[in-house]
């Protein structure tokens, strides 16, 4: 598969890291706003303050472990697209597996396999939903005319196209 939007791989690391770090910061933002705004005192100011520093306290935390993730997947993705010569959706799953195991080692050998089992399967499942997406919309514009079979559709024969085709 060409993904012909993508950097060159020593690029993508560093893309793909800032990509990560951007997306955990902001979802993290939203999701800490309404924890912070849920469990502060009662009153609307008061709750808007602790909205404000649940936001600046946990979401760069939040955006830093999404990069730590994002970079050390591009990492592996690049290795294994140097070491097997190839671009494919293998190389994302075992990407997201290998990433999970690493980033769970500390927590030992049990806990590298589930981040690495959980990791794979993760991985497996958005690749098979991008090719899935891919193959429906390629199926979209195979035949972009409706109307090239409906005779209705045609122009009118002229009375020599007539003879020739009736015979």
């Known amino acids: 598969m060409e993904e ?38 009662v009153g609307f100011r008061h709750r808007l303050k602790g909205s404000a520093n649940a936001v ?7 955006g830093g472990s999404f990069a730590v993730w994002g970079g050390l997947f591009s990492t592996i993705d690049c290795g294994l697209v140097r070491i097997r010569g ?6 994302s799953i075992t990407s997201g597996a290998m990433t999970g195991a690493v980033l769970a080692a500390r927590s030992g050998p049990l806990a590298m396999v589930g981040s690495a089992i959980m990791g794979g399967i993760l991985l497996a499942l958005i690749e098979g939903f991008g090719i899935l997406l891919t193959r429906y919309t390629a199926q979209q514009f195979q035949n972009p005319s409706p109307f090239v079979d409906d005779p209705s559709q045609l122009p009118p024969k002229d009375a020599s196209q007539q003879q020739t085709g009736s015979q």
């Open 86 to 91: 190839k671009e494919d959706p293998w190389n």
């Open 56 to 62: 600046r306290l946990r979401a760069p935390q939040i």
């Open 4 to 41: 012909y939007a993508r950097e060159p791989c020593p690029w993508r690391i560093v893309d793909d890291c800032g990509g990560a770090f951007t997306m955990g910061a902001i979802g993290g933002g939203v999701f800490q706003s309404v924890k912070g705004f849920r469990n502060a005192p």
